[in-house]
DNA sequence: TTGAAAGCGTTACCAT
DNA sequence: ATGGTAACGCTTTCAA
C-alpha cells in the first residue's frame, strides 16, 4: 500500500495526500475526510524510508552506549529506559549502538549511513573521540556525561565531583579520619572515563580540606571484586572507618567483605556513595548515598536534542546536576566502637548486616 | 556525497559503483580499485534510507520491550544488551520500542511505517495481541517467552514450569513443608504475563505433588514491596520456613524482611527462585537460584529472527531453555531451628544475614 | 484549494 | 564487464 493508491483511490493527486496527512497545506474538510475514509480503511502508513529519503528526516534518535563486556550497571541500564521513554514522547523511535570508539562500526552506520537525525552518547571520557568527530561535523547531538573541556557542548551531566565530596564532607562530618574510595574498575580509569576521574578528583580534594588519611583503589564491577576490594582495603589499614564508592555494582560485595571481616555496618564502618536511588534501598542497610537520577538525565538528554534539532541554531545548553545525599542507614559516627585488630576475621562475632530491631 | 559524485569521479556508471561496493556482481579488478580509492577519499557510505527504500530491507531490527512504569529489572536489561551485541554481530542495529500492546504508537511505526526488517518481542503474555498481529500479518519475529499457544511459533523461552517445580523439589528434599510463592506484581499477573503464569503453575504443581503447605503472593517489583510482602507471609503462616521467588527485583526487600522478623538464612528460613546470575551473586547471602541465562535467550532469538530473515521459508523454530539451580547459600535444611512464635519480630534478636564466619 | 512533476539516493533489471 | 534507466514511495516546489 502506497501514497499512490491512496490517492486513486480518494480520487485526489498524491501531494494531496501528502499534505492532508501532514497538514502542511490547507486542506478542504472534504477532500481531507475522503482521504482519511480511504486512509482508515486501508490502514494506510507512509514508509518510514521513503520519508526519510525524501525530506532528510528519519525521526530516529541514536543511543550510543559502550559495549557490556560483561553486563551493564543499573544505572546505564535506567538511562536506556528513560531515553527511550522521553523520546517516545516526541515520537521518535531509539536505535541502539554500542559502540565504545568512533571507530566502530556501529558508529559509523549510525553517522555515515544518516541513520539518526541526532545522537545522545553516554559513558563519556574526558578526551572522547566519538565526541570530537561529532563536533567536527557538526553533528546534532547530546552528551550524558561532559569532556574535559565541555564549554560550547550540549550535554547533561552529574557533578561527581561535587557528589564525591559532599560524601567526604559528610563522612568527616561524622569524625572519620580514614576513608578510602572505591572506584570504578582500572580499565575505566586508564580510559579516561570522566566520571571515575572527576570522582576521584572530588574525593582527593575534599579529603585533603579536611586532613582525611586515605587510599583509593580501583574495583571491578561486581560483586566477587567489592568482596575482594574490601579485603584489600583493610589489609592496607585496619583503622579504615569509612569508604565512599562510585561502583555500584560492588556495593552488595563491599557490604558482604565488610560483614566477613566483623566490622558493622554503620556502627563500625560507614559506607556511602553515588548510586542510582532504587538500588540504594535495596541493600542492607540501605546504602546512604548521592541518588543518581538517571530517568531525569535521560529526559533532559531527550530535551536537548530534540531542541537542538528544532532549532539548528540554538545556543548550547547544558544541565548539571547535584544531586542531595540521601542520608538512609549505612553511615554513621566513627568511632563508637574501635575498629578491631587486624588479626583474621574468624575469631571475631558474625556481623548482623546493621539492622536496629530495638527501637 | 552520493553515489552519483563517487561514479563521475571514478569515470563509471552508478550501478557499477553500487555493485563493486556490495559485491553482488564481477566487477574488473581495476575499476574496482578506482572505485574504492574515490570512496576512501571522501569517505562515503550509502545512505541507510535510499537503499532501504529501494531494497525493501533496512538492516535493522525491532525490540519491543514493555515501558518501564517505574524502571526495568536487571533480567529484562540483559536481554536489551545481549540482543544488541547479538545484533551487531550480524550488522543488524537494533530500534527500541517501548510498547506493551498492539495499538502502542511505537509498536505501530515498527511495522506500519516498516522501519525494521523483524522483531523480537519481550515480556510475553499468554494471549498477546502483539504476537497476534504479527502473526496474522507474517510479520518476521522472534518472542523472548511463549504464548499459551506457541506451536508453529518462532520464539525462545525459560521453561519457567519446570524452574520453579525444581526449586520447590529443592526445597522439600531439605525438609521445607510449609512454603510461600513470591510472584511477580499481581497487575503483571492479572494481565497475563506468561512467566508469571507458567511460574505459578509449576509451584501449584509441584507443591501439590510434595504435598507441601503453601500459600502465593504477589509482590511490587521493588525493595519496599519484597519487605512487606515477607511480613504478610510471616503473618499469615509463621511456620512458613521457605519461599520460593520470581521477583528478582523483591529479593533486597525479602532479605530484609527476614532479618527484621529475626529469621535466619538459611538456618532457619530458605529462599530460592529464578533470578539473573550475577544479581544472585551480589545478595547476600548469596543466592540459590536458577540462573536465567539472558544472554544467551537473547543471542538465540537474534540468531533465530537472522535465519528466519535470511530464510522467508523456514519451518518455526524454537529453544526452550531450562538452566539448572545454581547451588549458593541461601537454602539449607528444614528444621535446624524450630521456627519461632508468631508475636511481634522487636522483641527477637538481630538477624545475621547468613554470613558464618566460623569454620 | 488542488495537481503535476522534479527530486531524494539507492538498487536491480535489461541491454550491450 | 559495464552502462542506462526504471523503479522504490514519499515530500515539496511550481503552476494553475
Redesign the pocket.
Known sequence: ???????RRA????????????G?????????RKIQQVVDELD????A???A?????TSTLGLVFPPAGNHYTGMQLDFIGSVVEAAAVYDYDVLLSPSGVDSDRSFQRLLGERRVDGAILMEIKLEDDRVDHLAAVGFPSVTIGRTARPEGGWWVSLDHTALVEACVHHLADLGHRRVAFVNRPEQLLRAGYESAHRGLDGFTKAAAERGLTVRTYCCGDDAASGQACVERILRDDPATTALVTLNEAAVGGLYRGLALAGRHVPRDFSVTGVVAGHWAETVTPQLTAADVPAAELGRLAVDLLVERLDHPDAPPRHHLLTPPISLRASTGPAGATPAPDAGPAGATPVADAGLDTAP
Chains 1, 2 share one sequence.
Open positions: 500500500m502506497n501514497i499512490g493508491e491512496i490517492a480520487g485526489v493527486s498524491r501531494s494531496t495526500v501528502s499534505y492532508a496527512l501532514s502542511k497545506r490547507p486542506v478542504s474538510d472534504d477532500t481531507r494506510y502508513q507512509p514508509s524510508s521513503a520519508r529519503l525524501a525530506n532528510g528526516r
